[in-house]
């Protein structure tokens, strides 16, 4: 009997000590190439990525240089053109951003794949020891003790026993951290895939900005037909049509007098709002229509700018600054007046409709990117900033707007002026009360 109880335990030490850590050497040996292979194409992809970015720092120092320069039309084609080199770079490294992370997905997945081989060994190994050690802890103790061999061959098999359970105990210990092994591999991967997502996102931006800065140079070359001459009159134009909105806007007050309910506006509270434009914000003219007013934004609430202008490289993208419903779009250089000059004013503009009682308004877009009726979040892309419209140079003009009181109407409706360039114009128009300074409700810079 005890010779059969030795045999067996012979069996169940192989069990627990040498079944539970097969060696897949064959996949072992094809894995570990597999993932040294994807290891070498990432750290290529890395590197590629470096001298990318160092390629996009070269290209903004260009665009640095030549946005202080004189504006003519050499200089301003020089920069769109340098924009576009800029965006092409930046989706080449988000495109090689994307590939890098495919093959981080690949490496996790193959560590995913490894993990779950180890466990299912480790879990058929450590179920064949358990199954051993019950047959044998199963025999009863006097029948042990009454067998060949006494009880000196019975302190063998219990110190062989106690060999077992040491090597099942270790094989648990592995199993466990196996299965974290998995479980972090997961939650790796998992994370990838969220960030492979936002790189894509990221990638379609860019695309849309890079074509609104493509079209823009088109436009450009076919407005100007590359001619110097052409080119500043164009500016003159605006500058004057610009003055002349400001002075119809302001018109408002006697024609459009519309009263606002106080309880339709929300009380002022900087962080309602976000900004419009990532990274560092440039204000190139404040709301109000005095120097004091620019001077201390926050502090006034006058009726001359409507708005702020943000200075933003032509393709910047625009985003929602807060959820809500696009009111409305257009574009104002559609329209002229009788004499056939036209209509320089907000040029392609979007609205948006909020639930707490505003309205924001983005004009001077180069490209527009949503639709009458659309739901936005905060934060989403709703165009590329540009300069359409009366500007003179690249911005997005940011406006506030009590949305109860303010209407999607020709200006003329509300001036009754008739004839003037911009009088057919459809674009957003409140009474001179419905226009807040969109300071009081954005962060703090």
């Known amino acids: 009997m005890m010779s059969r109880v030795r045999a067996l335990t012979a069996r169940i030490v192989f069990a627990a000590c040498v079944l539970t850590t097969i060696p897949l050497v064959a996949y072992a040996q094809t894995a570990t190439t597999s993932q040294s292979d994807l290891q070498t194409r990432i750290d290529a992809q890395n590197a590629q990525i470096s001298q990318l970015n160092q390629d996009i720092a070269k290209y903004q120092q260009q665009l640095d240089l ?8 050499q200089n301003t084609l020089s920069q ?12 080449k490294v988000i495109q090689a951003q994307i590939t890098t992370t495919n093959l981080q997905i690949q490496q996790l997945s193959g560590t995913i794949a490894d993990t779950q081989r180890s466990i299912a060994t480790e879990s058929a190994g450590l179920a064949q020891a358990l199954r051993a050690v019950g047959k044998v802890t199963s025999q009863p103790l006097a029948l042990t003790l009454l067998s060949d061999g006494g009880m ?9 026993l106690a060999t077992i359970e040491q090597a099942v105990g270790d094989d ?15 939650s790796s991967a998992v994370q990838k895939q969220s960030e492979l997502k936002v790189s894509q996102n ?18 450009l070359l076919t407005q100007t037909r590359s001619q110097e001459a052409i080119y500043q ?22 024609q459009y007098n519309v009263a606002v309910d106080p309880t339709q506006v929300p009380t002022p509270s900087p962080g309602i709002l976000a900004w419009p434009i990532d990274g560092k914000i440039r204000i190139t003219q404040y709301f109000g229509d005095t120097p004091f007013a620019q001077v201390h934004a926050s ?18 993208p625009v985003h929602a600054a807060l959820s809500g419903t696009i009111l409305a779009t257009g574009d104002t250089d559609t329209y002229h ?15 948006i409709k909020h639930a707490n009682g505003l309205n924001t308004m983005y004009a001077h877009l180069s490209k527009i990117g949503v639709s009458p009726g659309q739901s936005v979040s905060t934060g989403d892309v709703i165009g590329f900033s540009g300069e359409t419209g009366y500007a003179t140079g690249p911005h997005l003009h940011f406006g506030v707007y009590v949305g109860a009181v303010t209407q999607i109407i020709p200006l003329g409706q509300a001036t009754k002026a008739v004839g003037t360039p911009c009088s057919k114009a459809i674009m957003p128009v409140p009474p001179v009360s419905g226009y807040l300074n969109p300071l009081n409700y954005l962060p703090s810079i």
């Open 337 to 351: 007046g009788i004499s056939g000059a036209q209509c320089y004013s907000f040029g392609k503009w979007v609205m």
């Open 172 to 186: 648990m210990r592995r199993l466990a951290d196996s299965q974290q092994r998995l479980s972090d591999a997961k």
């Open 66 to 73: 030549t946005t202080v320069k004189k504006q003519t039309l």
């Open 233 to 254: 009159s164009i500016i003159a134009q605006k500058k004057a049509q610009e003055q002349d909105l400001e002075t119809a806007l302001s018109n408002l007050k006697g």
């Open 202 to 219: 990221t990638l379609q931006t860019r695309k849309g900005s890079l074509s609104a800065q493509q079209e823009s140079q088109n436009q």
């Open 152 to 160: 000196s061959a019975a302190w063998s098999d219990m110190t062989a």
């Open 299 to 316: 502090l006034y609430s006058g009726h001359g700018h409507d708005g702020l202008d943000i200075g933003a490289p032509i393709g910047t």
């Open 80 to 91: 769109i053109k340098t924009s576009i080199k800029k965006t092409s770079t930046s989706i």
